[in-house]
């Protein structure tokens, strides 16, 4: 079982051989949470909410990757922090593709603050609609060490006005900032 931990669709199968083989998967399963849809978002945020097996289990999650394939798709990343936030509380790599482009609500902003302990932040795909929210994105971890910015594109003379100081824009963690065309 060791050999699977990153095979998803392995672990899932394990789980349902027997009760003995059902712990070990499932730890692996919740260690890090990928979610491609809103749908499977709200369908686990539905079991945390009902079972509190799951909310135990998400309550020791080390990671979680949103990755949204359609851009034009409702966003993913706007209901995230809302549903499932509560939950992490030991979230410490946080990976968002594609899911950052579309306008985010303000209540996105208030509630990414319950992630407090993440310490690797990566963004790629379509950028926020201005420098702030962005700012506002790297500012709501205080633990930050690590920032991934893949893809990330501003007209500088629509968003210049909107950029602070540097020195709010850099948490007092921040220690590596990497950028990629990718």
Do not use: M
């Amino acid at each position: 079982l060791d050999n699977t931990k990153d095979d998803t669709q392995t672990l899932h199968a394990c789980c349902l051989v027997c009760v003995a083989w059902h712990t070990y998967p499932i730890d692996y399963l919740y260690t890090t949470i990928r979610l491609r849809r809103r749908s499977n978002l709200h369908r686990l945020a539905r079991a945390a909410n009902i079972y509190p097996a799951v909310r135990g289990r998400l309550a020791l999650a080390q990671s979680v990757i949103l990755k949204q394939h359609d851009e034009r798709a409702p966003g993913i990343a706007n209901v995230f922090p809302l549903v499932l936030g509560p939950h992490l509380h030991n979230v410490q790599d946080l990976a968002l593709h594609n899911c950052i482009g579309q306008p985010l609500h303000p209540s996105f902003f208030v509630k990414l603050r319950q992630l407090k302990d993440v310490k690797h932040l990566y963004l790629s795909g379509p950028h926020p609609q201005n420098l702030a929210d962005f700012q506002r994105i790297v500012c709501a971890f205080p633990q930050l060490e690590e920032l991934d910015i893949a893809g990330l594109q501003w007209s500088t003379s629509r968003n210049a006005s909107q950029l602070t100081p540097p020195r709010v824009l850099n948490p007092p963690q921040l220690s590596c900032i990497r950028v990629s065309d990718d």
